[in-house]
């Protein structure tokens, strides 16, 4: 066992004998060591390195977990839902102050939680498991919708369009690698722009104040959720940016990264689709936990939601590219610009779908599955404003 993982364990208050500390997942972001304790009575506890490159503001970040962890607790607690500790993260406190969540070693961050036990993690979905994690996200918004303490902004402008395509327009002014003149840039600069004005549309509402931010997840993957052994969401993870931001960010980043066809860096262009049947099953389930609170302006806007996500990622890709790759990992020269002409191929994809996502999601809020009472009085007050 390492002695000096162990005596970061150690400054938390955990129950039971350590016995082993051994790497945990392949998180790209933070590294992550499972925590093993002796007695059958003790839990073991998730061990993380918080990135704080990436996440400059721990405080903030702890803040923002230990508000939101809180809320859900008290929220399961008050629906009398059983196995609680599986169904929402608890993080250790320190021993030496009962009001900290992290200790700092050696100007790296760290934090502990419970290891939440029997659980199945995915990398793809089928339509069923994208029905639980629309439901799961949806939830999970519905959950935080009236907590009272404000959260922070762990990472400034995280979705905001406007700012990514202010930095990618500095950086083609800069051109510090001399990229931008390649011909495929250029293409794909004239058809980001032909669209920049309509994809702002979130931001400007906003300003008018008919568009809400609301505390949302903003990592809205996959392999971001716990499921069970009967393949329903157990518990939704990974909060490091969890932060106000207008709904559409766990709409489309869900659908941005489950519905291609192929992975966001495939580089056979031709293979790049959007699958309508993960978009249906996803908006089922969102709609059906998510409905009850959302205003008529979010859900008439949700396909404009999946066309903003890998719009964004094709900016932000194009933008570490030209700026000489400094924020992804690439394994080969061109492999921001595949990552960003695979998004763009996306978006593609998805305005071919524009009006079957609208009539289908009109379906639903109309009543048009099995939904509950509060959604379908949304859907008809909606449907009456159109
Ligand atoms: C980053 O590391 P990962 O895959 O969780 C990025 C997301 C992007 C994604 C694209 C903090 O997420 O916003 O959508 O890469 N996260 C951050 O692959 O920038
Ligand atoms: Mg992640």
Not at 22 to 40: F, H, Q, R, S, W
Not at 109 to 135: E, H, N
Request: proline letters at 4%.
């Amino acid at each position: 066992m390492n002695p000096e993982l162990n005596t970061i364990v150690s400054q938390f208050d955990v129950t039971g004998t350590v016995t082993d500390i051994a790497p945990l997942g392949a998180g790209l972001i933070n590294d992550t060591y499972l925590v093993k304790t002796a007695e059958a009575d003790c839990p073991d506890y998730v061990l993380q390195r918080i990135n704080h490159h990436v996440f400059p503001d721990v405080d903030m970040v702890m803040r923002n977990i230990a508000a939101v962890t809180g809320h859900i607790r008290h929220k399961l607690e008050e629906q009398g839902a059983d196995d609680i500790d599986r169904r929402v993260l608890t993080f250790i406190r320190l021993k030496e102050d009962a009001q900290r969540l992290y200790t700092v070693v050696d100007g790296n961050y760290w934090r502990l939680m419970i290891f939440i036990p029997r659980t199945v993690t995915k990398q793809a979905v089928d339509p069923d498991s994208s029905r639980a994690a629309g439901l799961a996200f949806g939830n999970f918004q519905a959950m935080l919708a009236d907590i009272a303490v404000p959260l922070g902004e762990t990472i400034k402008d995280f979705h905001n369009m406007e700012f990514r395509l202010r930095q990618l327009r500095e950086v083609v002014k800069a051109d510090p690698v001399g990229r931008v003149a390649e011909p495929e840039v250029q293409a794909m600069l004239r058809e980001i722009e032909s669209r920049s004005v309509d994809m702002c549309k979130a931001e400007r509402m906003g300003r008018e104040n008919i568009l809400p931010k609301r505390v949302c997840h903003c990592d809205t993957k996959v392999n971001n959720m716990l499921f069970d052994e009967n393949d329903q969401v157990l518990c939704v993870i990974d909060l490091d940016t969890v932060m106000p931001n207008f709904i559409f960010s766990d709409f489309g980043d869900f659908l941005r990264t489950a519905a291609n066809m192929v992975a966001e860096d495939c580089p056979d262009m031709d293979r790049v689709a959007f699958r309508m049947d993960i978009f249906k099953a996803f908006t089922e389930g969102y709609l059906r936990s998510a409905g009850g609170f959302l205003l008529p302006v979010e859900v008439e806007n949700l396909p404009y939601a999946t066309a903003l996500f890998p719009y964004m990622q094709s900016v932000r890709f194009l933008w570490d590219y030209l700026s000489g790759d400094k924020y992804w990992k690439c394994q080969y020269p061109t492999h921001n610009f595949v990552r960003a002409n695979n998004q763009f191929h996306l978006l593609l994809s998805i305005e071919q779908h524009y009006e079957e996502m609208e009539a289908f999601i009109q379906n639903v809020m109309a009543g048009g599955d099995s939904s509950t009472t509060a959604h379908r009085a949304t859907g008809a007050e909606w449907i009456a404003r159109k």
